[in-house]
């Protein structure tokens, strides 16, 4: 089995996809010859032809609405939106049409379409290169949004999000696109939209987590030796699993919620009123999070004081542990 980065996985998951159904297209804008700004779609165009994987202009609506007029017609479009701050040109396609279509046409019209668009920041790029959007597409009814963490989860949840017969928003935490490996089977399997992992288990306090954070919230566990953490990656955001969520905190009682993305009105406080209206009772101490600040991602001299750090998550895990 061999040993793949985030970018050769999904690139993998892209290609079996494309092999498996012929209605598969790859779009957006540099991912047919240069083979995407990450390489991700590299090569595939050679494959599958230029008709299959196709280079756009530079307009993030058009790329989005032809897509959700060829997924209606059809095909199952997989179109990739370079970096996450430039989706907001295509919010209105993707709000007002994408996620609304199979409501209006009360059934008769389903959307399979996935919007692949790189996350997050931690690789000292410029301003709209390095946010983390993905509250305002959760928030939105049709709509599932999924976040991978690592290679083996990001090809099995992207063949589902292929498979499926709605709109997926599909991010990929471009801090791990290349930093870590794990062995990922060469043949096709599938992940579960709307299930997340229990990543490590443990007794003392529920970490819930998702996307490259993830990876950080692991290195302060293990740096914590006195202390069982049970760490849950969500991995889909909308669906949200609440069943394993409120099962891991009856157990520890106690809870911090880790994320990249600004505090305010973000996962962390949606998961936080889901604890504390489904198992109140159960908690030994408040909910804490930890996560970006209210501002806009700074500039790479200031970006590693944004995003959480070992210790902010270390000395959150603390403070809810030594709650009385």
Known sequence: MAKLNLVEAINLGLKQEMKRDKNVIILGEDVGKDGGVFRVTDGLQKIFGEKRVFDTPLCESGIVGTSIGMAVYGLR?????????????????????????RNRSRGRFNVPLVIRCPHGGGIRALEHHSDCPEVLFSHIPGLKVVIPST?????????????DEDPVIFFEPKKIYRSIKEEVPEKEYTIPIGK????????????????????????????????????????????????????????????????????????????????????LTSLEAPIERVTGFDVVVPLPKLEDYHIPSIGRIINGIKKVINFS
């Open 151 to 163: 290679p083996y989860d990001a090809k099995g949840l992207l063949a589902s999000a292929i498979m």
């Open 196 to 279: 997340a992992k229990i990543l490590q288990k443990g007794n003392d306090i529920t970490i819930i987590s998702y996307g490259a954070i993830i990876h950080k919230v692991k290195e302060a566990c293990d740096k914590i030796n006195d202390i069982s953490c049970e760490i849950i990656d969500l991995r889909t955001l909308s669906p949200l699993d609440e069943e394993t969520i409120i099962e891991s905190v009856k157990k520890t009682g106690r809870v911090l919620i880790v994320h990249e993305a600004p505090k305010m009105f973000g996962v962390g406080a949606e998961i936080s009123a889901l604890i504390n209206e489904n198992v």
């Open 77 to 101: 479009p997989v179109c990739e939106i370079q970096f996450e701050g430039f989706i907001m040109p295509a919010f209105d396609q993707i709000i007002t049409h994408l996620a609304r279509i």
